[in-house]
T-cell receptor, first 110, second 113 residues
Framework: RKEVEQDPGPFNVPEGATVAFNCTYS??????FFWYRQDCRKEPKLLMSVYSSGNEDGRFTAQLNRASQYISLLIRDSKLSDSATYLCVVNGPGEYKLSFGAGTTVTVRA | DADVTQTPRNRITKTGKRIMLECSQTKGHDRMYWYRQDPGLGLQLIYYSFDVKDINKGEISDGYSVSRQAQAKFSLSLESAIPNQTALYFC????????????FGPGTRLTVL
């Protein structure tokens, strides 16, 4: 079983739309959660950390549900520049490890 | 200039060849990592290093070795490349532990024929 599972998509949305997707994680002991963004053939970059109470960064909102072991990312008012693959990242298993999901691809069309 | 650089950016090699991928960083971070990325899979940790004297195996270290020549340099070697090592390889650094933000290099696309 994969440590982190994501719907690969692609999610094709028009500009201005709202898009949301989840990832699930298997390690109930995980304490740190992140969303990274990866453009085609480029390196991943941190988009945002995910906090227990949920958090927002501009048009991006992340939620954590520990009971069901999933994390969500919502993008409001989508821009063409939001087209990318979004990687769900969770710490563990083990103290020094990060587990990466395979990514959810979002394509925003004009 | 990029904070984390990798050389080469692309490499095609043949089965059985030895190859070295290099990573340099100017961020002053002690912690460095090597990952590989395959289509449909998440990044997998190959090796990580918390300082020059500390090297640790990740989840898929077989067939790979590393060298931490200095705080700023961390090299990955494939002693005898095989086709299933064809992948995109990323070096990353972090200031603190792996739960701190990781800063990735631009990647090396390796093809083993």
């Amino acid at each position: 079983r994969k440590e982190v599972e994501q719907d690969p998509g692609p999610f094709n949305v028009p500009e201005g739309a709202t898009v949301a997707f989840n990832c699930t994680y298997s390690n109930s002991a995980s304490q740190s959660f992140f969303w990274y963004r990866q453009d085609c053939r480029k390196e991943p970059k941190l988009l945002m950390s995910v906090y227990s109470s949920g958090n927002e960064d501009g048009r991006f909102t992340a939620q954590l549900n520990r009971a069901s072991q999933y994390i969500s990312l919502l993008i409001r008012d989508s821009k063409l520049s939001d087209s990318a693959t979004y990687l769900c990242v969770v710490n563990g298993p083990g103290e020094y490890k990060l587990s990466f999901g395979a990514g959810t691809t979002v394509t925003v069309r004009a | 200039d990029a904070d984390v650089t990798q050389t080469p950016r692309n490499r095609i090699t043949k089965t059985g060849k030895r190859i070295m991928l290099e990573c340099s960083q100017t961020k002053g971070h002690d912690r460095m990592y090597w990952y590989r990325q395959d289509p449909g899979l998440g990044l997998q940790l190959i090796y990580y290093s918390f300082d020059v004297k500390d090297i640790n195996k990740g989840e898929i270290s077989d067939g790979y070795s590393v060298s931490r020549q200095a705080q700023a340099k961390f090299s990955l070697s494939l002693e005898s490349a095989i086709p299933n090592q064809t992948a995109l390889y990323f070096c990353a650094t972090s200031l603190g532990g792996p739960t701190d933000t990781q800063y990735f290099g631009p990647g090396t696309r390796l093809t083993v024929l």
